[in-house]
DNA sequence: GGCCCTTGTTAAATCGTTCCAATCTCCCTA
DNA sequence: TAGGGAGATTGGAACGATTTAACAAGGGCC
């Protein structure tokens, strides 16, 4: 077998072909201002016939920072997290970074590990989704001089850049589509207290609630955010009294699990009780009755951490740190009918 | 604000601190037999104090290799493929390379574009779930002396290792449990010819009826493997005459629209009909009816893709190609009963 | 004509490792 | 005691780029 491995060419083998030294290659690509525009244009016919590309490993070397961006998440399996990396893979390949994948699994040692070895290899800068809300690892991580923006988690703005999705806002969304469909007594499906999200969103549905008279909003802390969870609640609420018009699941799990277990008990969705869950999960367009939830724009949150972080790379001294939130999005579905043609707005 | 930004340890740092040369420092790290056991802890000693680590860019620079592997995905929103980007960084961190993530979004060329950013920074080896089956692009890459190992798609031993799921494995285990379950007649949904998959799953339902006599196996193909479809189809057998025992749907929108189309149309599941799928996705557990499906063990196709490349970069001349199978299985729930203590095995 | 300034180009140092070949030590043997 | 050899250590040249400082060459000015 003829096994001719081609060497690719490096910066000399253009300086030879060009007859100029390797600085003035350096040169014509790095800083075109420099130099003549004749010999530039003779290095660069060079550069296209040789299909010359610096090796990237040499740049990092030699300018003390890699082209390579640092994505920490985790856990990919969920989708919410796949879909920062695949937002954060656009962005990368757009700047011309190359993106490591870290996947820490929930374990924080993990995390720690990534982050000494993002260091070593001198990464241009580093998304994060935390585990914990500990910044200690975290600023150790800037005093090694490696920018960080963090993503679904703020911070202050001294400290850098962070991405996030309004969870208020995505609540009040939420909730006022429930208030135009008509509802007047609302009950929010919520989990735990614990869970900043869950609280972001109840206080966005207790606003809507607010800005409306004659309106009732309760809630109910459910053990888990799953399914069977749903299930169970929508089963107390079918045979309870004092049956709510409508109800908001923080989350899509179970707001699929809620309509199957009114349903169980001849409680029709949304003819009887209108629902709408938070995620925009698979499971939302494909549940048996599809559900009206709220989209949050997580591809967006991927690409942004990417593009602050490579703006505070690249732009160094003129850069301002930055806390960009995006906004959620109402996905109008079966499960709560599109707002009634309302008098109060035309 | 005090910001020291403190430098990490060189190799020559170590050295001088031990009172040795830098190359006894690298030969204690990379070959400590050839130096003096005092020497070598001395030197050990003194870098777990300044906690040296080499700089991966000069080690990769040096050996015109990066410790550095690439994973090329068509899509990341897809959970088959992102759960292959798990196990691949499961791999690579416990072997201690960094895996960079390339996205390519369904585009040929992205994905060309990734070859060549790969080829380029000098990557250790690429793990790629191929666009197309098209093998030119790919041999370039072997050209340029990085190794290649192909997921969920099969190559000659020649030319490289691969890693797939055995789906004809797959189809035979789902029909084997219908048939197991009492089943005489089974009815195969499945997807168009031209998908691989598809096939193979077809043709190992085929070989599970062949075995068993006195059965039937039938096939319908519905023109998209969506929960629409399903729906379609569940409708068109529970008006039908001549229906079959039970179903084997070659994915799990399919089984999932299946049932319900089943299930509007009074056919109960398991109980006039029973269910198979293919995939485990997670709908599959949340369904109404949960489904008796086959699962694939995804993550192992990403973490054997990279134990295979590190074994290929790593152990060079000893190592030899692979095609590594894995075997799909059987995930009993609702849909599809577990079967009935047959007289023939007992 | 000598001096200085500008413009374009380049030699050489540097980044942090690795590895080959050379050197140095020490001990054993003749 | 000189010579030889084994074993441990080290100097220095890569690897492939960038950048600083220096150097020619040409032009304007006194």
């Given at each position: 077998?003829?096994?001719?491995?081609?060497r690719?060419?490096r910066?000399?083998?253009?300086?030879?072909?060009?007859?100029v030294?390797?600085?003035t290659?350096?040169?014509?690509?790095?800083?075109?201002e420099?130099?003549?525009a004749?010999?530039a244009?003779?290095?660069?016919?060079v550069v296209?016939a040789l299909?010359y590309?610096?090796?990237p490993g040499?740049v990092g070397?030699?300018?003390?920072?890699?082209?390579?961006?640092?994505i920490v998440?985790?856990?990919?399996t969920?989708t919410?997290?796949?879909?920062?990396?695949?937002g954060a893979a656009?962005?990368?390949?757009e700047?011309?970074?190359s993106?490591?994948?870290?996947?820490?699994g929930d374990d924080?040692?993990?995390?720690q590990?990534?982050?000494?070895m993002?260091?070593?290899q001198?990464?241009?800068g580093?998304v994060?989704?935390?585990?914990?809300?500990?910044t200690g690892r975290l600023s150790?991580?800037?005093?090694?001089g490696?920018?960080l923006?963090?993503a679904?988690r703020?911070m202050?703005?001294d400290?850098?850049c962070?991405?996030a999705?309004?969870?208020?806002s995505?609540?009040r969304?939420?909730?006022?589509?429930l208030?135009?469909g008509g509802a007047?007594?609302?009950?929010?499906?919520?989990?735990g207290?614990?869970?900043r999200?869950?609280?972001d969103r109840?206080?966005?549905a207790?606003?809507?609630a607010?800005?409306?008279r004659?309106?009732r909003?309760?809630?109910?802390v459910?053990?888990?955010?799953t399914v069977?969870?749903?299930v169970?609640?929508?089963?107390?609420?079918?045979?309870?009294?004092d049956?709510p018009?409508?109800?908001f699941c923080?989350?899509?799990l179970?707001a699929?699990g809620?309509?199957r277990?009114?349903?169980?008990?001849?409680?029709?969705?949304p003819?009887?009780?209108?629902?709408?869950g938070?995620g925009?999960l698979?499971?939302a367009s494909?549940?048996t009755?599809?559900?009206?939830?709220v989209r949050?724009?997580?591809?967006?949150l991927?690409r942004?951490?990417?593009?602050?972080?490579?703006d505070?790379v690249?732009?160094?001294e003129?850069h301002?740190h930055?806390a960009?939130i995006?906004m959620?999005?109402?996905?109008v579905?079966?499960s709560?009918?599109?707002?009634?043609?309302a008098?109060?707005t035309s």
């Amino acid at each position: 077998m003829s096994c001719v491995v081609s060497r690719p060419a490096r910066i000399q083998d253009v300086a030879a072909a060009a007859g100029v030294s390797p600085a003035t290659v350096s040169n014509v690509l790095n800083r075109p201002e420099r130099v003549s525009a004749q010999t530039a244009e003779r290095v660069r016919s060079v550069v296209a016939a040789l299909d010359y590309v610096a090796h990237p490993g040499a740049v990092g070397l030699r300018n003390g920072r890699a082209s390579t961006i640092g994505i920490v998440l985790p856990d990919l399996t969920n989708t919410f997290y796949s879909r920062i990396a695949r937002g954060a893979a656009d962005a990368a390949f757009e700047h011309g970074y190359s993106l490591v994948l870290c996947h820490s699994g929930d374990d924080p040692d993990r995390e720690q590990a990534y982050f000494s070895m993002l260091a070593e290899q001198r990464a241009a800068g580093v998304v994060v989704v935390p585990l914990t809300a500990d910044t200690g690892r975290l600023s150790r991580l800037r005093q090694r001089g490696i920018p960080l923006v963090l993503a679904d988690r703020t911070m202050s703005t001294d400290d850098g850049c962070s991405v996030a999705v309004d969870d208020v806002s995505g609540g009040r969304t939420a909730a006022q589509h429930l208030f135009d469909g008509g509802a007047r007594d609302v009950l929010v499906v919520n989990g735990g207290r614990a869970i900043r999200q869950c609280v972001d969103r109840y206080q966005g549905a207790r606003q809507a609630a607010r800005t409306r008279r004659g309106t009732r909003l309760r809630q109910v802390v459910v053990q888990a955010m799953t399914v069977e969870a749903g299930v169970e609640a929508g089963r107390a609420l079918a045979r309870g009294t004092d049956r709510p018009d409508a109800v908001f699941c923080t989350n899509d799990l179970l707001a699929v699990g809620l309509c199957r277990g009114l349903l169980e008990e001849g409680v029709a969705v949304p003819g009887d009780l209108h629902v709408v869950g938070f995620g925009d999960l698979d499971v939302a367009s494909i549940a048996t009755v599809p559900l009206t939830t709220v989209r949050q724009p997580v591809e967006e949150l991927g690409r942004a951490g990417v593009d602050l972080l490579v703006d505070e790379v690249e732009a160094r001294e003129e850069h301002e740190h930055e806390a960009r939130i995006f906004m959620p999005q109402l996905v109008v579905r079966a499960s709560a009918a599109a707002p009634a043609v309302a008098a109060s707005t035309s």
